[in-house]
């Protein structure tokens, strides 16, 4: 029998906790993290570096094929062989990182690289279109969810962590337009596949929603083997 990849697609709103939870998983099941929103945050930082209008979308696609995005062996995201993996998180680039990752080209240039990574490993990916769009094969799909109060109250401290400046309201009012842009634009929009299975996690904590993710990846493991 051919063993396929066990690839794990985990899609959802912004700060519903994907990324601190796919890191996690991928680091107990021995996969590769792929974080394809940092690839995203990247792309818009390179527009504001080029003093191009990320709402432009002519001028945006531009620089297709002549910027390089990729990870390092500590998995910060790097930008013309520069470690931005702090300098993406800041407002300026998360104001304008949905307008960037509505554009059909930039999405199909950032899809390729991102199917690539997959190939021929065992990946953990999360993003807004992973398991519709980018790896609509993939083994286990979650759509992980949370109120966007609780979402606004995750990102506000994740900043003030990170020493990011802001305030609660300036993270609510901005995660709540990125919802509208990322459900609403014309090409992979955010949606839950068919197949995913739904994870709020509004009243859980990080251990809970990685063991409930790695319980349902372990019983389809299993399953595909009766």
């Known amino acids: 029998m051919e063993i ?11 700060a519903s906790g994907k990324s601190t939870v796919a890191k996690i998983i991928a680091r107990r099941l021995g996969s590769i993290y792929v974080d394809t929103g940092a690839m995203y945050r990247a792309y818009t930082l ?45 407002n300026d680039v998360a104001d304008n990182v949905s307008y960037i990752a509505s554009y059909k080209q930039i999405r199909l240039f950032l899809v390729d690289l991102q199917r690539e990574i997959a190939k021929g490993t065992n990946v953990v990916m999360d993003g807004r279109d992973i398991g519709t769009y980018v790896l609509p094969d993939a083994f286990l799909k979650i759509y992980q969810i949370a ?11 994740e900043n003030l962590i990170k020493g990011i400046k802001c305030t609660y309201e300036e993270c609510l009012e901005n995660l709540q337009k990125r919802d509208y842009i990322d459900s609403h ?42």
């Open 4 to 14: 396929k990849n066990r690839n794990i697609a985990i899609d959802g709103p912004s």
């Open 46 to 90: 390179a527009t504001l570096n080029k003093h191009i209008d990320p709402k432009n979308e002519e001028e945006s696609n531009k620089l297709i094929g002549k910027i390089k995005i990729s990870f390092d062996q500590k998995n910060n995201i790097t930008l013309d062989g520069e470690n931005v993996a702090k300098r993406i998180r800041d």
């Open 147 to 157: 109120d966007v109060k609780t979402r606004g109250e995750r990102r506000y401290n």
């Open 185 to 226: 634009r014309a090409f992979a929009p955010l949606k839950k596949a068919d197949d995913a299975i739904t994870l709020d996690t509004t009243n859980m904590e990080i251990d809970e929603v990685v063991d409930k993710i790695i319980s349902l990846y372990r019983e389809k493991d299993e399953q595909e083997w009766v």
